[in-house]
């Protein structure tokens, strides 16, 4: 998905088109792959960031950058699923930070984004910071309901006619 603002894409190029960030495009995330998650979230940040006055350009590539784990997150549905995924609400965002600090120099705000957008299992130290945690809960809300009607589709007993 590419967004037309020249400002976005001159700050999320480097960033999307880079070798290893492209490895999340085959990653399922809620109901889509986790670069379009990501890619999303940075593009509704910036927006409002750049609406308020704040760091834009900090907001786009922290935003772009908070899921970047390199793994599925296998839901078992089983007792262990909460605990499951809180473990992952807790971890993913320091591998993240890991990964992004590999390929990506990062500025100590960027790095709060990143570390901190699974409030409140991470604490937000910039309007930024508050900012992407809230533009990736109120997606990831879609996206969960999304798969849940994709998946109620498919157990309903097709209709036949009498």
């Given at each position: ?21 492209q ?5 399922k995330?809620h109901?889509e792959?986790v670069?379009d998650?990501s890619?999303k979230?940075?593009?509704y940040a910036y ?7 704040l ?8 935003a ?5 784990f390199?793994?599925k ?10 605990t499951?995924?809180i473990?992952?609400?807790?971890v993913?965002p320091?591998?993240a930070?890991?990964?992004?600090s590999k ?7 960027e ?5 901190a957008?699974?409030f409140?299992?991470g604490?937000?130290?910039s309007?930024e ?5 809230y ?6 809300i879609?996206e969960y309901?999304s798969?849940?009607?994709k998946?109620?589709?498919r ?5 036949t006619a009498?």
């Amino acid at each position: 998905m590419m967004y037309f603002d020249y400002r976005f894409m001159e700050v999320a190029r480097p960033i999307i088109e880079h070798e290893q960030y492209q490895e999340i495009r085959k990653i399922k995330h809620h109901d889509e792959s986790v670069y379009d998650h990501s890619v999303k979230v940075a593009f509704y940040a910036y927006q409002l960031a750049y609406k308020h006055g704040l760091d834009w350009k900090s907001t786009i590539r922290g935003a772009l950058l908070h899921d970047f784990f390199l793994y599925k997150f296998k839901k078992s549905f089983s007792l262990r699923i909460i605990t499951d995924s809180i473990k992952h609400a807790i971890v993913h965002p320091l591998i993240a930070f890991d990964n992004a600090s590999k390929y990506f120099d990062l500025n100590e705000k960027e790095e709060n984004i990143i570390k901190a957008h699974m409030f409140p299992f991470g604490f937000p130290k910039s309007k930024e910071a508050w900012i992407v945690s809230y533009v990736d809960k109120y997606i990831a809300i879609f996206e969960y309901a999304s798969n849940f009607k994709k998946m109620a589709a498919r157990k309903q007993p097709a209709y036949t006619a009498e």
